[in-house]
């Protein structure tokens, strides 16, 4: 089973990648591009039967691994196929 | 008394440290590959620089699990001295021994050159020997130095003195145009609240000879070397 | 013969699809006695590619000085070894990856220098050293920012982690290299004399082992994009890129050296362009023994891959060895402690043919030898380019050289060629193994050998407007300058690598440019005493049509017996006498001031007397080990003017006030005008007139120019007023000439 | 608007830190996890008046400077909210 992981900055804190991309697309004109917050996004291929155990396994591992709870907050999500 | 420099996968400044203690300071220093359980009696420990696992995922997240890391643990709970520096600072801070986390440099570049360090605590394992405002002239390598701590840690960090080290102007004094990577509060360096923890990002193990650039890194292991040899009161153990 | 090859026909669309012409086929089908099968014709288009057989270069490589007192391994392997002394040997050699830098520059980038380390210590040798020669198009459009962004940031992230030192390097910028940029990459390493590894492949019997990465679809046919001249076609092939994994490469860095301290190996070699073709029958060819593997027990990251696939993949950080008949298991035991899995995959055999099987039937057979040595080798006509005369005329009446000196000088120092490059360097860490005892920023990279009193000097250099003018003289000026820069720092030069970078030698003016430059090296490394022990040859360096400037880059290294007494090219305190070492008789032909004020690459570049050169240049060594000079730096770009300029800008605060002979072609040409041979120096006051003498009795001509210190930069001509500019001034367009085009510069 | 960008490696392109992770997951004992594919995320904050927009923007901007054509593939998502 497939589970996506997504791992963000937690809102608090200044970004340096996002801050840096938004000038860049300021720069090229994207004024409308008002902000933009860059974070990591894992696909993880999950051995579980049903979706509720791959969804435990990959907060499990977010948790333990994938993100860093001093600075970084996570989302999980999974989706059947 | 005798060193332990861990070896994790990836690290590149073992050999720096190893050098540096046992070369320049006539220290004896061992080489402690990740995968072993004991520290082989050591009475200091050092995690190097480098990009253990590759810097992978995160700096130092990987690392952190590595067998030896418990150990570790165990001997800086115990009081003993642990210095973390570059990488090895990025290793303390996820396995928690240390507070806060580090952010990308606020240029998104890697960056090595030689920066001025203030030392702001005198009371801790690896600055004993140094003097309070001395500053240090020690080379930067890395491009994940970018210091953050919550409110709450700042104000902790600073009721219990536990920032170390700052990034200044030659002079010393605080200026955020020599604040080289946008750390909070321009910190470079701090320790645990019972100060035998150090972590810091620049490398004073490259710092040890005059032939080299400089040699003002050498206070930071002389100050261990001062403690354990009893000169000076240890700061092991007291919280 | 094989058998279960693939059915596929072999027709002319698919010869040439391999970029093979009908007599290579032939002389492929007269090699096997046979047709070749697919996979058969797939290993011979890229052993048979220009990147790997060097079939319109080798005839003039062959002219290379390539022995020496020192030469403990010459072209041929992996790469080149000097005796440095104390039982060790230097092992370095200088590899390109332009193309790829083009179409992906930071992993192009990243992948040239994870290729060139394992050339390094696929020899045994811990590498301790990279340097890098670049050329880019001109910083000013987006395309070129984001292309130099990228390879500096690639080299970066790859030496870095890997934790490798980049201790020097060089960087041009020409229009001409805006489609093809130039990423060659430098590595040096240590390794015991006695203890050199060669990629050979002998003692039947032996196991053949493969360890590092899995095998995917890495870059297939990139041997032969490698050497394919760019259009827009080459679009096509950009899912070919490779992405470097520095971790990898450094867990089988740390395992190959560890496996390395026992005599269980018999040879070494990684897998660079063309793969496992390649480092299989060049290990066979050396030692003349036969390779017996099968891919199916290669590991592979993707599923399906076809024995073609196999073979000719390029997946990076992957090694194939070959071990002694019972030592497999302590080999085995220390890669498993890296967490790197050694598979044997084959095994050497006597009846010299490369045998390649899948899931045990042969799928092809070819004799090692012919296939990796009797490559078709091409003498390519050539001739001089028909508007060289028009180019080499230059007449000063035609130009304006009525503008401010002053004015002149700000304009050129910040010009990208001669500003500062700190905002390169500093993304590259150049202190890890602390072994680096000269300033980043220096001429020449320099670091100490740990347990002894020596350090070596590094330096690379080239200089394509000089190449486009005159590639004969254009080349012994690339190896003087080269040979130069490591004696400023004090070090003996004691030998040298080149990358060789041109367009297409189909071209019979390209070719020409080619064989040229390789006669100037020759030449110029016969008169200096730096045998050439190895290097690499990057053609077809075009973007639609527009060929670049011809660029060949050379790399030599020197000894200095003490580190201790490493001058660098910065003035040391004010007061100092700075001396001009070399005959005055600076030319524009060629200059960088005619390209950056007046816009021409025109004239004749200055001539280069050899034994002049090598004079100034035992000279200067002999100084520096005498602890007389202060400071030392050669001229080159830019001229007296700059070269002085140098010396103050990164000083903190040591200006100078001298003054210039004159020129016939007036202060301009004096001021910044460029002539081979020449170093500035400043010593103590006590000490001016022991170089005085010491120049004297080498026969080199030395005079006093002025003195060091004041806030100012002042360089009169002969007494009338020339360039007066304030040292901040100068100092500020140094040292943002470079840095300005880019996001970070406030930082 | 808020408009999401996923950027991943190209499926046959090696991706190191994935294999990294993966290699981790394992020695850490979870084997379930079979293997991870590491990418980027982003999170833009545009001005737009419709979502059909906001995506057209993301889109042309993911193009431009988030994902590198060369090597990566992206994904763009847009909530209304
Ligand atoms: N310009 C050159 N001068 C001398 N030797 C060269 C030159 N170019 C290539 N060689 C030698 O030819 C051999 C093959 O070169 P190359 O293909 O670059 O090595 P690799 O297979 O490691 O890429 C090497 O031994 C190299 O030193
Ligand atoms: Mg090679």
């Known amino acids: 089973m497939k589970a996506k992981v997504f791992v963000t900055l937690k809102p608090s804190i200044l970004d340096p990648q996002g801050k840096t991309i938004t000038g860049a697309l300021h720069s090229l004109g994207y004024d409308d591009v008002r902000d933009v917050r860059q974070g990591k996004y894992f696909e993880l291929d999950v051995a579980a039967e049903t979706t509720d155990q791959a969804a435990a396994l990959a907060t499990e591992v977010a948790d333990k691994l994938l993100a860093n709870p001093v600075i970084e907050s996570y989302r999980v999500e999974v989706s059947g196929d | 008394m005798k060193f332990a420099v861990i070896v994790f996968p990836g690290s590149n400044c073992d050999h720096d440290a190893h050098y540096a203690l046992t070369e320049v300071l006539g220290q004896p220093a061992e080489l402690v590959w990740h995968k072993d359980t004991d520290l082989r009696g050591a009475d200091a420990v050092v995690l190097p620089g480098g990009f253990s696992y590759g810097d992978y995922l995160r700096t130092g997240a990987i690392a952190r ?24 600072f990025q290793v303390l801070l996820e396995a928690g021994l240390l507070p806060g986390g580090m952010r990308r440099n606020r240029t998104l570049k890697f960056i090595c050159e030689h920066v001025h360090l203030r030392v702001e605590a005198t009371d801790t394992s690896f600055t004993r020997s140094a ?12 491009g994940e130095g970018n210091y953050y701590a919550d409110a709450d840690t700042m104000r902790m960090l600073e009721e219990h003195r536990q920032v170390v080290f700052r990034y200044t102007a030659p002079d010393g004094t605080r200026d955020e145009r020599w604040n080289v990577n946008g750390s909070i509060d321009a910190i470079a360096g701090i320790c645990n609240r019972a100060r035998n923890i150090v972590g810091l990002m620049p490398h004073p193990e490259r710092a040890c000879e005059e032939a080299v650039g400089s040699a003002d890194g050498r206070v930071v292991l002389e100050s261990v070397v001062a403690v354990l040899d009893g000169h000076g009161v240890a700061s092991v153990g007291s919280a | 013969m094989a058998r279960n090859g693939s059915r596929v026909v072999i027709d002319r669309v698919t010869i040439e699809a391999h970029g093979l012409t009908a007599e290579e086929y032939q002389r492929i089908v007269a090699i096997l006695g046979r047709d070749p099968n697919l996979l058969e014709l797939g290993i011979f288009s890229v052993m048979w590619s220009e990147h790997c057989s060097y079939k319109s270069s080798r005839i003039h490589l062959r002219t290379l000085p390539t022995e020496g007192p020192r030469v403990l391994q010459g072209p041929g392997e992996n790469a080149g070894a000097l005796d440095i002394g104390d039982g060790l040997a230097a092992v370095f050699k200088i590899e390109s990856h332009n193309h790829p830098s083009f179409i992906e520059p930071y992993q192009g980038a990243a992948t040239g220098v994870g290729g060139i380390i394992r050339d390094i210590f696929t020899m045994g040798a811990r590498p301790i050293a990279l340097l890098d020669s670049l050329r880019f198009g001109m910083l000013d459009t987006p395309l070129t920012q984001r292309v130099v962004e990228g390879v500096v940031a690639g080299i970066a992230g790859y030496g870095n982690s890997i934790g490798i030192p980049t201790v020097g390097g060089e960087v041009a910028f020409d229009e001409t290299y805006g489609g093809n940029p130039l990423v060659n990459v430098f590595c040096l390493g240590i390794v015991a004399a006695n203890g050199i590894i060669k990629g050979r492949a002998e003692g039947p019997g032996n196991a053949v082992y493969y360890v590092g990465a899995k095998t995917g679809r890495d870059g297939i046919h990139g041997a032969t994009m490698a050497s394919a001249e760019f259009d827009d076609a080459s679009a096509e092939k950009r899912p070919n890129v490779q992405v470097g994994d520095p971790f990898m490469e450094k867990l089988l860095l740390e395992a190959c050296l560890e496996v390395m301290e026992s005599d269980a190996l018999v040879g070494l070699q990684d897998m660079g362009a063309a793969g496992l073709t390649c480092s299989s029958c060049e290990m066979g060819a050396r030692g003349g023994a036969g390779i017996d593997i099968d891919v199916a027990d290669v590991p592979q990251r993707e599923t ?51 045998r390649v099987r899948n899931g045990g039937d042969v799928v ?22 028909d508007d060289l005369a028009t180019r080499q005329r230059l007449d000063l009446t035609d130009l304006d050289l009525s503008a401010v000196p002053s004015d002149v000088f700000l304009r050129l120092m910040a010009a990208p060629d001669i500003a500062s490059k700190r905002w390169i360097y500093r993304q590259y860490d150049h202190m890890v193994r602390t072994n680096t005892i000269a300033p980043a920023g220096a001429g020449a990279g320099v670091v100490r050998i740990k347990g002894t009193s020596r350090a070596l000097a590094i330096s690379v250099d080239g200089n394509g407007r000089y190449c486009s003018l005159d590639p004969y003289q254009g080349a012994m000026l690339a190896v003087a300058e080269a040979a130069r820069n490591v004696a400023c720092v004090g070090a003996q030069p004691i030998g040298a690598t080149n990358c060789l970078n041109f367009g297409n030698p189909e071209r019979p003016e390209i070719m020409w440019q080619f064989a040229r430059a390789v006669a100037g090296i020759g030449d110029a490394c016969r008169a200096l005493d730096v045998p050439i022990t190895g290097g690499n040859v990057s053609l077809y360096n075009e973007t639609d049509g527009q060929a670049i400037l011809p660029t060949p880059v050379i790399g030599v290294v020197g000894i200095i017996e003490d580190a201790q007494r490493v001058v660098g090219r910065t003035f040391q305190e004010a007061e100092a006498v700075v001396m001009l070492l070399g005959a005055p008789g600076p030319t524009l032909g060629g200059s960088e001031y005619l390209k950056v004020i007046h816009g021409l690459v025109r004239g004749v570049p200055p001539t280069l007397d050899l034994n002049a050169e090598r004079t100034l240049q035992r000279l200067v060594v002999e100084l520096v080990a005498a602890g007389t000079l202060r400071s030392a730096h050669d001229c080159a770009d830019g001229g007296l003017a700059v070269a002085l300029a140098e010396g103050a800008v990164d000083s903190n605060g040591i200006g100078c006030d001298v003054t210039t002979p004159a020129d016939p072609g007036g202060p301009l040409v004096a001021l910044f005008g460029e002539a081979a041979s020449q170093v500035v120096v400043s010593v103590r006051e006590a000490d001016a007139d022991r170089v005085a003498a010491a120049a004297a009795a080498a026969g080199a001509p030395a005079r006093v120019l002025g003195r060091t210190g004041g806030s100012r930069i002042r360089i009169s001509v002969d007494g009338k007023p020339g360039i007066d500019v304030a040292l901040a001034a100068a100092a500020a367009a140094w040292s943002t000439g470079v840095s300005r085009y880019f996001e970070d510069s406030a930082a």
């Open chain 2, 131 to 142: 003097t309070a405002g001395q500053v240090l002239r020690v080379p930067i390598a890395h």
């Open chain 2, 65 to 88: 699990f590595s067998p030896v890391m418990s150990r570790v643990v165990d001997f800086a709970a115990a009081g003993g001295p642990v210095i973390g520096i570059c990488n090895g």
């Open chain 3, 364 to 385: 092809a057979e070819i004799p090692n030898k012919p296939l990796a040595d009797d490559a078709p080798l091409y003498d390519r006509p050539h001739h001089a380019p």
């Open chain 3, 304 to 354: 399906r891959m076809t024995p073609y696939e196999i073979m000719l993949s390029e997946s990076q950080e992957r090694m194939l060895f070959i071990v002694r008949r019972g030592r497999e298991a302590e080999v085995e035991r220390v890669f498993e402690k890296w967490d790197l899995h050694a598979v044997r995959i084959g095994q050497v055999t006597g009846d010299g043919l490369l």
